[in-house]
């Protein structure tokens, strides 16, 4: 088991700093000299690192990783290796292992009848303390302590005849920033301070003192929203997760356009003057909804994006096509006549059909004979006049496909597949010729 008051072991020097597993042996050496004076010495973190050339950050991330045993002794808990991991230094709305030290033998004396004839204030002085500082850790920490306190004095007829608890005026200056934090709405303590014009330390106090269960349900709160980051609802610190107002005033413009126009993010960060990079970061971040709204991917809140679903065109690009395509679905003209009419340039017209439009550009490649079959637009129109020249006159077929510059076998083959009836037709008249 854990001791708290045990005194740091001296076996923490240069060999048991290279016994150190799992750290790569450069790093080792590199804070060898700074965890022997840290394990041995009290002098400060900071000063350990200018004595020997490394960095704060990085002998605390070492030592909190490799060395936690030695962390939590310079705190007054004093353990092995293999206990150090299981043991938080701060744990919330908790006493530190130094603070707890610190005063243990105050709190102890106030929770002892050899002490009952002090007040606090002379505890504390016994002890070196600080009174005020001594009853707001009796007050956070150890409040049974204070009620013992006043019920034994009072029955030993020790009572000074004060006033306990809460002063009126307390309560009236922070009542209304009480109630607003027992609202349904979340609010910070500092909002609420804010909004009520009072202290924020002053009332945390007195809300840590005297109102101990609505802290406690706050702080249970928190705890649910541990982890989760939703627009408009709290985070495990009890802030709303939202853009600051100034962030919002910066995309206002930006996000309408983006909200109510085809137009792309790039061009409506250009025109509003704001950062393409911070503008798409700021959709992503807080408008994910209208995103794929514009990409037709279903979006839920927490859950997360399949973008394999993106459409792979612009929001503007369908509204450049959007009245042409709609054209020709009532089936009025050709792709290349409706193209000339809305001043597209009809080859990408045709690639942006095949490519978002396949069952439209697929019907659009077909033309229906007479017979009811569908045959493609270009061997229709390839075929178009010696169709005709073959059904109108006598003409043999071998000097139809000479005149048009077509192949004899391809127009017979043709013929078969799409004017199966002309093709009998003119087998029944030739023998009678």
Partial sequence: MCNTLSPVSSDTGLEKCKRTRGAKPETVEKYCRAIELYATTSMPCIEICRTCGVTVAGLQAY??????????????????????????????????????????????????????????????????????????????????????RERARMRLGLNDNLPRGSRSSCKEQYAAAVELLKGDQYITVQEAAKCCDVSYTGLEQHLLFYHKGLVGKRIRTREKALRQQRKGKITGRGTVHAPSPAIEEKYAAALELYRTTPMSAARIAAETKVSRKGFYEYLQTWHKDLVCARKGISYEEGMPVDWSKTRKYNPATAAKYAAAIRKLKEGNGTTAAVAAEFGL?????????????????????????????????????????????????????????????????????????????????????????
């Fill in 63 to 148: 030592i909190g990783k490799y060395h936690r045993h030695l962390l939590l002794a310079r705190n007054g808990v004093t353990c092995d290796s293999k206990e150090a991991a299981g043991i938080k230094l701060n744990t919330f709305r908790r006493q530190k292992p130094a603070t707890r030290l610190k005063y243990k033998k105050a709190i102890e004396a106030c929770d002892s009848m050899d002490y009952i004839e002090m007040n606090v204030s002379q505890i504390a002085r016994k002890f070196g303390l600080d009174g005020t500082n001594l009853g707001r850790q009796l007050r956070t920490h150890y409040p049974e302590v204070l009620e013992f």
């Fill in 345 to 433: 340039h009809p080859e990408t017209f045709r690639s942006y059909l095949k490519e978002h439009e396949p069952e439209l550009h697929a019907r659009l490649g077909m033309v229906k004979t007479a017979g009811g079959k569908s045959m493609a637009c270009h061997s229709h129109e390839k075929y178009k006049e010696a169709v005709n020249l073959y059904k109108t006159t006598s003409e043999p077929l071998n000097s139809i496909a000479r005149r048009c510059g077509l192949n004899n076998c391809a127009l017979r083959g043709f013929l078969k597949r799409h004017y199966p009836e002309l093709v009998e037709r003119r087998r029944k008249q030739e023998p009678s010729a």
